[in-house]
């Protein structure tokens, strides 16, 4: 089992930028693909970015694509995700969690953190 911890999060204007981070411990996070999702106020769950154990393939939801980016230190078990021109629509709680699949569905991830707030003020 994969325990995570998200940080990173924040009130930032339209147009600036943000690094979240995720950090896990138990298993050895390498063995896992690593997922970001984000649910604002009274909306579903919604996939954000993937990576693979390796970090060789990622994928990404349309609304990321271009302007996030997400990255793994296995060596220090951290995924990040770095969110630049960001916009008021990405305001959401984020989290971070573990699959032993490359998917962007999310119930293939069965260990989630307690997310991180993401304000993004016009």
């Known amino acids: 089992q994969v325990q995570v911890v998200e940080s990173g999060g924040g009130l930032v204007q339209s147009g600036g930028s943000l690094r979240l981070s995720c950090t896990a411990s138990g298993q050895i996070l390498s063995t896992y693909t690593m997922g970001w999702f984000r649910q604002a106020p009274g909306k579903e769950r919604k996939f954000v970015a993937a990576?693979?154990?390796?970090?060789?393939?990622?994928s990404y939801a349309d609304s990321a694509k271009g302007r996030f980016t997400i990255s793994r230190d296995n060596t220090n078990n951290t995924v990040y995700l770095q969110m630049n021109s960001l916009k008021p629509e990405d305001t959401a709680v984020y989290y971070c969690?573990?699959?032993?699949?490359?998917?962007?569905?999310?119930?293939?991830?069965?260990?989630w953190g307690q997310g991180t707030q993401v304000t993004v003020s016009s």
């Open positions: 969690a573990a699959s032993s699949m490359f998917s962007n569905n999310y119930r293939a991830y069965d260990s």
């Open positions: 990576i693979t154990w390796s970090g060789t393939s990622t």
